[in-house]
C-alpha cells in the first residue's frame, strides 16, 4: 500500500482548493482517515477526519463550514477527499492524511497549501 496526497497549491483568501489522499493498492472495506494540518513553527493539529464503518465525520473548530471531508466511491473507496473553501491565510501549513486500519498506520506524504494575497 502507498498513500499518495495530490492537490495541493498557493491560492488567494477566499479561494479554495480540494486535496486527495490516495491508498494506493489497498483493499480496506472500512478505515479512520484523518487529515491533519502543521504550519510553520506551530504544533500539527487534526483538521477533519471520517470513520468509514459508521459514516462519522468530524472537523476542528477553525474548519467547520468551510471544509468537507469525503470519501471516493466504487473504485476510489480508498480514496479520501479534503474540499477546502474559503481559505485564511491561516489555513497555510503542509497538509498530512492518515488512514488507521487494523492498528497499523498509513501515512501520506504531506503537502503544501499556502493562501496569500
Known amino acids: 500500500v502507498q498513500v499518495v496526497q495530490s492537490g495541493g497549491g498557493s491560492v488567494p483568501p477566499g479561494g479554495s482548493l480540494r486535496l486527495s489522499c490516495e491508498a494506493s493498492?489497498?483493499?480496506?472495506?472500512?478505515?479512520?482517515m484523518t487529515w491533519y494540518r502543521q504550519a510553520p513553527g506551530k504544533e500539527r493539529e487534526l483538521v477533519a477526519d471520517?470513520?468509514?464503518?459508521?459514516?462519522?465525520?468530524?472537523?476542528a473548530d477553525s474548519v467547520k463550514g468551510r471544509f468537507t471531508i469525503s470519501r471516493g466511491r466504487g473504485k476510489a473507496k480508498n480514496t479520501v477527499y479534503l474540499q477546502m473553501n474559503s481559505l485564511k491565510p491561516e489555513d497555510t501549513a503542509v497538509y498530512y492524511c492518515?488512514?488507521?486500519?487494523?492498528?497499523?498506520?498509513?501515512w501520506g506524504q504531506g503537502i503544501q497549501v499556502t493562501v496569500s494575497s
Open positions: 493498492g489497498a483493499t480496506w472495506q472500512n478505515y479512520v
Open positions: 471520517i470513520t468509514t464503518s459508521i459514516g462519522t465525520k468530524e472537523y
Open positions: 492518515n488512514f488507521w486500519v487494523d492498528g497499523t498506520n498509513w
